[in-house]
């Protein structure tokens, strides 16, 4: 899923792959194959052990395992402690009793290959062409293939996902290598992938967003971002009022985080496929996310001056870090690696997450929480936890949202094991405290939430509503999905950590988490170490303050910023109980040292490492004047109307370089940034890149207003509305193809109709600045220009919708201003063939020479933002 190496490694999400790998053509590890896997290194008796216990598919009867013990009493399903074991011939020791036939198909699920899966990006204007393409002209050229004496099966529609939009295929690469049909259909799917059209992305990943039901007004956080899959679908929900022209500018806003500062660097290059000003992405801790100060506001949206709230968020995606066993079909070192602490040792991590998110939510808000884990102690118990701490939040019944989806209920009950074997389960927590056989280190990393809940208190809060996703029910992974909402007015500012606890029920959650985990890293499996130091390194929360509060609010915030100012002095590792605040505290002590948050054990005590999270080196954002002169001359030469909102746009340099970029956000974004520390929030990035600077041509080193901006491709879907229309000019396949079949073609080469609007464009232009030589002759008239290639059908190529991409004209020649790959794809599309494949980058005009001194050349910063250059408008 989307968020793999955060969640272990190299390996995946749920930790490092180090069990073998085959590859079906007798490589090594190379492809993630796992039909060809020994059956013996598909089996984890722990695994099986433990979750046969559970009872996932509600089991009746007994069902002995082998080596089970439960604490003190006779359970069903295992023995007493004291009994004799029970030997079974069954795998892990199951016998084939009521309910445990669906078991075995899931661990057969769990052994086959994982489908390869797609979605084509919702708010892109492509996305009915795109989807069209794969139904009509791919799909059945893919029916009835026969690959060495087998029947391959074409793509199919995941009958589930809106619209559908999403895809998936079960192939092994051999045949994507080597079949004609599906080599082609996977250079398409490559080449769409890489400028954004598509998005390769996990199933049951694609499954939380869509339960969020983002509007563009709302406020959103996605706490736990990195690499961005989820983000981009909650950005395509939150554009939907895109037209078929151009890009909206929502209202609303998405601040999505992640504590690891490098993937927060490839979210931002992940949403820059989907520009949007109401993006902001910041990198801090998910469970002490600090509160957002925005102007308070009356009914009508007019500020109250001097008066400050809390930001409160409409809609809040919560998918914590996770032990990831239900990514065991492309994950395979989970086989091997798997034990049950693993998710015991996230539960209050995943605990303090959720429920500083629920601080954050306004009300009649909605959460959604997830994993791709199917062990009760991090989905269900979390939910309870949770539920028990804020009773002003209840489990929304989803079974009339994807009705196609295939899902089963959530547990009412399950029983904790408190060993790495799976071997002793325990039926309570004051059992597991009375114990006089389990020692007292073990008992201090064990917490009463990890225990469900009485089955009044389960029934009362309609557990059954969580929903789980196994991978033998539609061919997916393993998954956990709960839908949460909030009523009524919230409970009021979190307290800051060091706050006596006023509430028992969340300080009860606090204290375990004092208890819950080791303290020496060593005490941590590795697998589960690189787990946490990832999650940690991605989450994301805000403190909430409804704006509704009275005046006296204002003094809360104040105490609660103080509050948040004394964090890093708390020493979480000495907090005792009454220490511990109600709200989810900061403290390191779910688990092991967040080396890649930034910290490092030192003598007891959590000490920043230079250079990483304790340093934010990022450059502030800074809002220009909209009288200021840059700005003025780069609208005019760009031709911008006086309708394009100036007053939000935002550079990023220090005071003494020139501007290279200019970024645009919305007003809620501005709002933000202004009144909070860049600092304090550690911004990453904020809005959308849409003008910059020309690099290598004659005007290079002109600095100020001399200088000139160009149009980004990724910020052409914003700017588009504001261009004047008749400054578009107009072009058809033909010259389209011309665009493609060289780097830089000559303005001669172009059809005279073409040629002739350059001119007159460069002439108006040139007359505007006064750029005209001696005598009265206008000079070049250089400069950013928009191109709109109408919808047509010429010699069988068919365009079918319009397509609007940014150009740059020199003195003699012109550049479509994309990114190869872009261009590639584009290719590939319309005339079934990469023109870009028999260009070389130094074939000027070509006659083999070296492009001018002022044809624009990209850097490799601005290549890789310019992925998604292409505006399209449907007919």
Not at 80 to 98: C, I, N, S
Not at 379 to 401: M, R
Not at 565 to 575: F, G, L, N, R, Y
Request: one cysteine or more; a negative charge.
């Amino acid at each position: 899923m989307g968020r793999a190496n955060r969640r272990g490694g190299k390996g995946g999400r749920g930790g490092k792959a180090r069990g073998p790998r085959t590859d079906p053509e007798g490589g090594d590890a190379a492809t993630g194959r796992t039909d060809l896997i020994e059956k013996m290194d598909m089996h984890n008796e722990r695994f099986s052990r433990y979750y046969k216990m559970q009872k996932l598919f509600g089991e009746t009867g007994k069902v002995a395992v082998e080596g089970a013990v439960v604490l003190g009493v006779e359970v069903e399903g295992a023995k007493a402690e004291g009994e004799a074991e029970m030997e079974t011939d069954k795998p892990g020791g199951m016998k084939e009793e009521e309910g445990s036939g669906e078991f075995e198909e899931m661990l057969s699920a769990f052994r086959r290959h994982l489908p390869t899966t797609f979605r084509i990006a919702g708010s892109r204007m492509t996305v009915h062409s795109l989807n069209k393409t794969i139904a009509d002209v791919h799909v059945p050229g893919l029916n009835d293939v026969i690959f060495e004496g087998e029947r391959i099966p074409p793509p199919v529609r995941i009958d589930w996902y809106p619209d559908g939009c999403a895809w998936q295929f079960n192939v092994p690469k051999k045949v994507l290598r080597k079949q004609p049909q599906f080599k082609k259909f996977h250079s398409f799917l490559v080449f769409e992938t890489e400028v954004g059209n598509i998005s390769r992305q996990e199933a049951v990943s694609m499954i939380p967003p869509l339960f969020l039901d983002v509007e563009p007004h709302h406020k959103v956080m996605d706490m736990c971002a990195a690499p961005g899959s989820k983000t981009a679908q909650i950005l395509e929900a939150l554009h939907a009022q895109d037209t078929s022209t151009s890009s909206s500018i929502p209202s609303g806003v998405l601040i999505a985080n992640d504590s690891d500062n490098k993937r927060t660097h490839l979210l931002i290059h992940q949403s820059a496929r989907l520009p949007s000003p109401a993006l902001m992405v910041t990198n801090l801790d998910a469970s002490n996310y600090p509160a957002i100060r925005v102007p308070r506001q009356t009914a009508d949206g007019k500020p109250v001056p001097g008066k400050m709230d809390t930001l409160l968020f409409d809609r809040i995606l919560c998918d914590v870090p996770c032990s990831g066993d239900g990514t065991m079909r492309k994950n395979i070192g989970i086989w091997k690696s798997w034990q049950p602490m693993d998710g015991n040792g996230l539960h209050v991590l995943q605990t303090r997450i959720l429920q500083r998110g629920m601080k954050m939510l306004a009300p009649n808000g909605r959460i959604v929480y997830s994993t791709c884990s199917l062990n009760p102690v991090e989905n269900e118990a979390v939910i309870a936890s949770a539920l028990k701490a804020n009773p002003e939040f209840h489990l929304v019944d989803p079974t009339a949202h994807l009705p196609a989806l295939h899902r089963r209920p959530g547990l009412h009950t399950w029983l904790p094991s408190i060993d790495r074997t799976a071997t002793t389960f325990v039926p309570t927590y004051d059992a597991l405290m009375a114990s006089t056989t389990i020692d007292a280190n073990t008992k201090a990393r064990f917490v009463r939430s990890q225990w469900p809940p009485s089955a009044e208190e389960a029934k009362e809060m309609q557990l059954e509503r969580c929903m789980r996703i196994y991978p033998h029910l539609q061919d997916t992974g393993g998954f956990f999905v709960a839908v949460l909402e909030r009523k009524g007015e919230p409970s009021g500012v979190a307290a800051a950590p060091s706050t006596t606890a006023s509430g028992s029920a969340t300080a009860t959650t606090d204290e375990s988490a004092t208890r819950q985990v080791p303290s020496e890293e060593e005490d941590v499996p590795e697998s589960k170490r690189a787990r946490i130091e990832d999650a940690e390194m991605d989450t994301t929360t805000s403190i909430p303050a409804d704006s509704s509060i009275a005046a006296a609010s204002v003094a809360a915030l104040e105490e609660e910023g103080d509050a948040e100012m004394k964090i890093e002095a708390v020493d979480s590792t000495s907090a005792t109980p009454d220490e511990v605040s109600a709200a989810p505290s900061p403290s390191d002590e779910a688990g092991p040292s967040k080396k890649d948050a930034g910290e490092k054990k030192v003598g007891g005590h959590n000490k920043k490492k230079k250079g990483d999270a304790g340093e934010f080196k990022e450059n502030p954002y800074h809002y220009l004047p909209e009288d200021h002169p840059l700005v003025k001359t780069c609208l005019a030469r760009l031709q911008i109307l006086p309708t394009f909102p100036s007053s939000t746009l935002l550079v990023r340099n220090p005071p003494d370089q020139p501007i290279r970029s200019l970024y645009l956000s919305n007003t809620l974004v501005r709002s933000i940034i202004e009144n909070n520390s860049y600092q304090k929030l550690r911004l990453t990035a904020a809005g959308t890149k849409i003008f910059t600077k020309q690099e290598g041509g004659r005007k290079d080193k002109e600095e100020g207003v001399s200088a000139q901006y160009r149009i980004l491709g990724e910020g052409l879907p914003v700017v588009l509305p504001f261009v004047r229309e008749d400054a578009v000019l107009k072009g058809d396949l033909g010259v389209l193809r011309v665009f493609l079949e060289s780097y830089y073609p000559l303005v001669r080469n172009f059809d005279e109709a073409f040629r002739e609007q350059i001119e007159r464009a460069a002439r108006e232009r040139a007359a505007m600045f006064g750029e005209e030589k001696e005598g009265g002759e206008a000079e070049e008239g250089t400069g950013s220009m928009v191109v709109r290639f109408s919808a047509e059908e010429r010699d069988g190529v068919v365009l079918t919708h319009d397509l609007v991409l940014p150009i740059w004209k020199s003195s003699v020649s012109l550049s479509l201003m994309i990114d190869k790959k872009a261009k590639s794809a584009l290719s590939l599309r319309l005339f079934g063939e990469d023109l870009m494949a028999k260009v070389t980058k130094t074939e000027g005009d070509g006659s083999g020479k070296k492009p001018e001194a002022d044809v624009p050349v990209l850097d490799a910063a601005e290549i890789e933002t310019e992925e998604t250059s292409a505006v399209v408008e449907e007919n």
